[in-house]
């Protein structure tokens, strides 16, 4: 069983940036994709990479965030610049593979206006 663990979010004021993390304990051969949920809002997927490093992104993040990963430590980044209190939620990373499916427990981002 894959365990995915997120870290680096917390309070940032508006037009501030944030980098979170996502440490897996293992498979570099997964897709890595960081999803978002707001209060009354449904889950949404705000960045994914290929275990090549093809990248898709939202178009509501397009050109303000960046995702990476580093397969030597299994980690992979989502650095959030220009942050709007928009981008308010719980972060999430989910790992998949042919392996199977696993989420994080998600991490808090509050952006204050």
């Known amino acids: 069983q894959v365990q995915v663990t997120e870290s680096g979010g917390g309070l940032v004021q508006s037009g501030g940036s944030m980098r979170l993390s996502c440490t897996t304990s293992?498979?570099?051969?997964?897709?890595y994709t960081w999803h978002r949920q707001a209060p009354g809002k449904q889950r949404e997927m705000v960045a994914g990479i290929s275990p090549g490093g093809n990248t898709n992104y939202a178009d509501s993040v397009k050109g303000r965030f960046a995702i990476s990963r580093d397969n030597a430590k299994n980690t992979v980044f989502l650095q959030m610049n220009g942050l709007l209190p928009e981008d308010t939620a719980v972060y999430y990373c989910?790992?998949?593979?042919?392996?199977?499916?696993?989420w994080g427990q998600g991490t808090q981002v509050t952006v204050a206006s």
């Open positions: 293992g498979r570099a051969d997964s897709i």
């Open positions: 989910n790992a998949l593979g042919s392996w199977g499916n696993a």
